[in-house]
Each structure stands twice: as structure tokens, then as C-alpha cells.
């Protein structure tokens, strides 16, 4: 078949132009989606030159009555139509605080007007585990509603049509007690379910498994940053095991035991808003700007890892680039996944709240915030639980959402001892001139330079440089 739904971009695609970027295909599994049955496609015959690029269901599945389907003119518009309303607002999730598994719905207002009833099934034929009418009493407009699974099963099927129609979500709890990844956020307690089967590294997973073997291997595991013991808990009548963990670097026992979980590891890309303000609303991010200046680690690609209507892309200078969209746009690559929309008055007015400051010479990093570190070789992204010393000149900033949370600073007394400056301006630019008291009378300093301004008064003198430096309240 030709064309296939992206569950990421939400959106149809054409085979011969995913052929073009297919170098870019971040976590291939359960990406491409056949738009007529909703099983997995894959891409095939991208790097032929005698068969055209093509996207082909996998080995077992139906496919033939799938194709001959497709053929029928102006279905496939229907068909994506069907798909996306279905993808694109149902999400599955882990419940931290509760320790639950959840399901996640989100519509608009006009979509809850329009809908039926939401089923939810633990087999194709099987009576619905989980009913409700779909109205703005039950569910929330334009915004994730969660709802705890209650039965347990391998593979979900959701009817948004009152059963009419059904859609397949394979492997929601794994089989055999494999892994259970979950993305770490630090927005709220609902962590999202990895759906890929690469890991990256320098990001924080929850491990979810019913095998404590699974979890206990895991935390062995060389070049890993985890918790220092595991979490128990009952949900579904089952009891499961969980950690949470950090991949650092790949090491051969690593990429060994992912493998047996059918999982890999890669190396992480990173992305960073740089221009304008935007505010951070569940997964997207809400701008005013149709046109936003982005840092990114790799290369943005049309049809490969960003889409976005009337797509305009600059590139400014090395790893900065202009990204000018209409309504929407989307960047998938490797670990990232960045929806920007455009929402007037997106952000509230902003409020000058200063960061807090804290100094300590040795300061082990948290995971509230994204930390950094500052010093005369520039600045290193720090992990958490790393220990960190500070030299005098040496800082950490503490970011959220791109602003300024925190900043941690040498002790006091590391920040250029003012009474140890002024010893040394002293001794090395000894001139002097006479002191006027009313020079002095609205200065606003600390103790240190108040003391010698009426050490000054007494002996009637003032260092000329000292003098100059609390001028410019550079001391």
C-alpha cells in the first residue's frame, strides 16, 4: 500500500516520501499503521531500484483484503480521518503516586458533541470491562482525563463508537513479565507508556515489571544511574516491581539484557526552545509566534522527524534554526518529542519571581529541575544524583521550562571575600584621598563595606580604588 498512518505525526503518509528521510526513523515499532485494519505497517522497498517504497503489514497479518480495499477511490481520506480521530486522543499511563495503570482521554469540545459512548475491552469478542457515555459530564475538553484500567490484560482494545468500530493497543502490559517502560515527567504523576523499542540515554524510565528478577538484573546493570531499592505493589490482582533509571552509557551486559527485553539503547538528541516565551500545557507547548527559533542537536528534516502546516524552515546558524508553522507543528527524533502550537495569549502575564539561591560547597543534584553547571570550561549538563564541589567561581542553574529556578553558588565566603578584596586592593594600589562623608550618606552595602566606610570616616582617608569599586557596586 502506498500510504500508512503515523501515530506520531498523526497524520497520513506517503510512502515514497518516508523512503526519502527513512534514515530518520526514530523508534520504528507501532509507528506506521495500516489505514483501513489499524495493524502494524512497515516500511518496505525503500532502498530498491526495481520495486517502488511501499508500506507492508507484517508477516501473518491479512493484508491482501487491506490492499484491495484501499483501492476503492476516496477511501484512504476516510479511512485517515477514522485513524487519526482514533490515535490521536487515547494514550496509556502509569500512575505514580497510585501505582495504577490508566488510560487517558482527550477531545475537544465539538468532538465530546459529537461522540457516543467509550468502550473498553481486554479481547476483540469480550463483553466491555469499562463503559461511559462521551459528554461534557464525564470528560473534561481539551485536556488528558485519566481512568485507572480495572481489569488486566496484555492488549486493550477502545471503542469510541459505541463498539461499532474497535482499535487495537498491543502490549500495554507486557507479556512473560517483561519490562513496562514509562516515560519520567516532571509535570505531574502520570507517566507516559514508551511505546518505542530503543531507550536513549541520559533520560530518566520507570521499569514497571511483574518479574522481580527483571528489576533486580536491571539495577546491577553497569553505566546505569538508578534507585537504590525497588518499589512493590498490587494493581490488577498482580503483584509488580518497579525502578526507576537512568542510562548513562552503553556497555556490552547492558545492550544484552535490553535486548532480551526486545528493548535497545541510543544515544540521546536534545532539543531547546529558544525564542519566544512558550508555556508548557501537558505535551504541547503553547506559543504566541507563528515563528519560533529553535537549538536542536540534530538536523531538522521535512517529512523525516518535523511536520507542521505551511512549514517554513531556516537554518540560522550551526544547531540553531527559524521554524515557521501555521497552527501546529511536530518534531519527533530519537527521544524528543516537541508539539508546539499556536494559541493566542498562550502565556499568562509574567511574574518576576527571582530564582532561589543557595550556596553550599558540596551539593548533590535533585531531579525537580534541569540542572547545569557554569565554570571556566563553560557549561555541562548535570545529571541527577551526581555529587558536585564548588569552586569560588563556579555555579549551578536549575531550569523549568527554560526559566531560572535555582541557582546554587559556592559558600558565602567563596564569593570573593570582600573583606579579603579590599585587604588585597590595598596592598597592591595604595593611593589614597581624602574622605567626604556625604559621599556616602545613601549608600546601600553590606556589613563588610559599611565597616570600612567607618573605618574610613575615622581616619579621615579612602582607598581611591576601593572608593571606585563601591561606587560602581562592584564590591
Known amino acids: ?35 483501513c485494519c489499524g495493524e502494524e505497517v512497515y516500511l518496505a522497498a525503500a532502498d530498491s531500484i526495481k520495486r517502488t517504497p511501499h508500506f507492508k503489514h507484517q508477516v501473518g497479518n491479512n493484508d491482501t483484503e487491506c490492499e484491495l480495499y484501499l483501492g476503492k477511490p476516496g477511501i484512504l481520506a476516510k479511512c485517515a480521518a477514522i485513524r487519526k480521530n482514533k490515535k490521536e486522543h487515547i494514550g496509556f499511563f502509569f500512575n505514580i503516586d497510585n501505582k495504577t495503570f490508566e ?45 485507572a484500567l480495572i481489569e488486566y490484560s496484555n492488549d486493550y482494545y477502545v471503542s469510541i463508537d459505541s463498539g461499532r468500530t474497535k482499535t487495537l493497543y498491543p502490549d500495554v502490559i507486557k507479556k512473560n513479565g517483561q519490562l513496562n517502560i514509562y516515560r519520567v515527567n516532571q509535570q505531574n504523576n502520570h507517566y507516559k507508556l ?12 520507570l521499569a514497571v515489571s511483574e518479574e522481580k528478577e527483571n528489576i533486580e538484573e536491571l539495577m546491577k546493570l553497569q553505566g546505569l544511574t538508578a534507585e537504590e531499592t525497588a518499589s512493590s505493589f498490587t494493581t490488577l490482582g498482580k503483584l509488580f516491581y518497579s525502578i526507576k533509571f537512568l542510562v548513562n552509557y552503553i556497555t556490552e551486559a547492558a545492550s544484552r539484557f535490553f535486548y532480551s527485553q526486545d528493548l535497545k539503547v541510543d544515544n540521546s538528541e536534545t532539543l531547546s526552545i529558544l525564542w519566544p516565551p512558550v508555556i508548557k ?40 534554526y527559524s521554524v515557521s508553522f501555521k497552527s501546529k507543528v511536530i518534531i519527533c527524533e530519537k527521544n524528543v518529542e516537541c508539539q508546539i502550537v499556536k494559541e493566542d495569549r498562550a502565556a499568562p502575564a509574567i511574574v518576576n519571581e527571582p530564582p532561589a539561591v543557595v550556596y553550599a560547597d558540596k551539593y548533590i543534584i535533585p531531579s525537580d529541575y534541569d540542572y547545569y553547571m557554569f565554570d571556566k570550561n563553560g557549561s555541562t549538563k548535570l545529571l541527577a544524583g551526581a555529587r558536585i564541589y564548588l569552586s569560588r567561581l563556579d555555579y549551578i542553574v536549575g531550569y523549568k521550562n527554560n526559566h531560572i529556578k535555582i541557582l546554587i553558588k559556592a559558600n558565602k565566603q567563596g564569593i570573593l571575600d570582600k573583606k579579603q578584596l579590599i585587604e588585597t586592593i590595598i596592598k597592591y594600589h595604595p593611593q589614597s584621598e581624602q574622605f567626604d562623608p556625604d559621599e556616602f550618606m545613601n549608600i546601600e552595602a553590606d556589613e563588610t563595606v559599611l565597616s570600612y566606610i567607618e573605618s574610613c570616616y ?9 572608593k571606585q569599586y563601591i561606587k560602581e557596586k562592584s564590591i
Not at 303 to 312: C, K, Q, T, V, W
Not at 458 to 466: F, H, K, L, M, Q
Open 458 to 466: 575615622r581616619s579621615g582617608r579612602i582607598n581611591t580604588v576601593v
Open 281 to 320: 500545557k501537558e505535551t504541547e507547548y503553547a506559543s504566541e509566534s507563528e515563528k519560533v527559533i529553535l537549538s536542536s542537536s540534530f538536523e531538522l528534516i521535512p517529512h523525516g522527524n518535523i511536520e507542521g502546516e505551511n512549514l517554513y524552515i531556516q537554518k540560522i546558524c550551526n544547531d540553531v
Open 103 to 147: 488510560i487517558a482521554f482527550s477531545f475537544s469540545a465539538e468532538e465530546i458533541n459529537n461522540k457516543e459512548s467509550l468502550l473498553i475491552f481486554n479481547k476483540f469478542f469480550s463483553q466491555e470491562f469499562f463503559s461511559m457515555p462521551i459528554n461534557k459530564g464525564n470528560l473534561v475538553a481539551s485536556v488528558r482525563n485519566y481512568f
Open 1 to 35: 500500500m502506498d500510504y500508512a498512518f503515523d501515530v506520531i505525526l498523526k497524520e497520513e503518509e506517503d510512502a515514497k516520501e518516508v523512503a526519502k528521510t527513512a534514515r530518520y526513523l526514530f523508534g520504528k515499532r507501532f509507528r506506521y499503521q495500516c489505514l
Open 194 to 205: 514508551h511505546n518505542s523499542d530503543t531507550l536513549y540515554t541520559d533520560y530518566w524510565y
